[in-house]
């Protein structure tokens, strides 16, 4: 009898243990989620264009630590911010590369193709009465006295063979990475061999390309005298843009005269001198660069 009561006693125990567990347990029950990798997700917003033109990157990645864009032939040419507009200026195919580092330290790439092509030809103004200065167009009927190119400080000058106003181009551009020893300044000269005169003509007119945020002054000098125009980065001053596409600028020859009335336009030597503004610091500026093309006086 003491033996059944015993075993009666631990089965009701034991019961007691196995309830009592069961009903501790609910309270603690949690839902267990599978751990999902970050994925690479970006987009575009077109990819076949004309040069001048602009494509905005964006990336929508998730579970995203660091972004990095580069972008070949485009402007800028990287960049970490996820959403990028890029400026291509010159013809071809270039890529768009986005790379992600997501938060478990796995790295992703996506790649964009780009179809740049190259922007119409503006029309050349041939103005029959016109002095050619710099010029490749056959059509002109009077040509100036010879000209030299001079390095003055800093710029590098150099004849690109291609992809200009009308073929060939003279570009002015500081060294990518200047000595720290260099002037903060720079100039470079277009300069007639022997003085010449100029006063019968009323606009200097030229074909500029650049995407320099720099200020620059294009001056003529005498044998002592200089006068100049200046140009800053928006203003547009005589159809000066900085979007790096080929523009006409016409310039009159009165406001060199104006800025300096001493300046002798019956004894020009340097027709065209390119100079930075102090005190700004060329050093500091990666793109101080200037392509010219078609140069010429016009009544």
Partial sequence: MTIKLNYIS???????????????????????????????????T???IKGGETVTFTDSSTKVRAIKWTFQGGSPGASIEPVVEVKYTKAGTFTATLEITHVDNTVQKKTF????EAPPTPPLVIPADALK???????FTKTAPVLNWVSSNQFVIKEVATEGYENAYRNFSLPATPP????????????FVNFTDISSYTYINMAVRTTSTGKIRFRMKDATNTGYVEFDATSNLYGLKR?????MVKIPIADYKKQNPALDLTKIKDILVLRS?????VRALNNYSFDFDHIYLSK
């Fill in 10 to 44: 631990k089965l009701k125990y034991l019961l007691f243990v196995l309830f009592a567990v069961l009903f501790s347990c609910e309270d603690d029950v949690r839902e267990v989620y599978l751990y999902k990798k970050g994925t690479i997700e970006a987009s575009s």
């Fill in 46 to 48: 077109n990819t076949t």
């Fill in 113 to 116: 193709t780009v179809e740049v």
């Fill in 133 to 139: 200065i710099y010029s490749e167009n056959p059509d």
């Fill in 180 to 191: 720290a020893t260099e002037a903060k300044w720079a100039m470079a000269i277009l300069q």
């Fill in 243 to 247: 979007d790096g596409s080929w523009n």
């Fill in 277 to 281: 503004v102090d005190p700004e610091d």
